[in-house]
């Protein structure tokens, strides 16, 4: 069983940056691929990025390529999204999740952490 915490969310202005925490607990993090996921109030969870189990790999949404960074650090059992550039339309609870593979779809992920709230003003 893993538990993830997200962290790190807040207020901020256009064109601003903000870095999101996942810290994992439980379980053997190097044997789950981490996601990340936001749900924008009356929207469905939405797939933003997403890494492998050991880090060669990261997926993005287009909407946040060149803008947003998934990366991990094992040592720290943590899962880190670095968002610069920020907009509006970036708004929404974030989640982490831990998974299988590093996919695109809320199905393929099994643990998930109870969110952050990003507001972006204009």
């Known amino acids: 069983q893993v538990q993830l915490v997200e962290s790190g969310g807040g207020l901020v202005q256009a064109g601003g940056s903000l870095r999101l925490s996942c810290a994992a607990s439980?379980?053997?993090?190097?044997?789950?691929?981490m996601g990340w996921f936001r749900q924008a109030p009356g929207k469905e969870r939405e797939f933003v990025a997403t890494i492998s189990k050991i880090g060669e790999r990261t997926y993005y949404t287009n909407s946040v390529k060149g803008r947003f960074t998934v990366s991990r650090d094992s040592a720290k059992r943590t899962a880190f999204l670095q968002m610069n550039s920020l907009k509006p339309e970036d708004t929404g609870v974030y989640y982490c999740?831990?998974?299988?593979?590093?996919?695109?779809?809320?199905?393929?992920?099994?643990?998930w952490g109870q969110g952050t709230q990003v507001t972006v003003s204009s």
């Open positions: 999740a831990a998974g299988q593979a590093a996919a695109r779809d809320v199905q393929s992920f099994d643990y």
């Open positions: 439980g379980g053997t993090f190097g044997s789950y691929a």
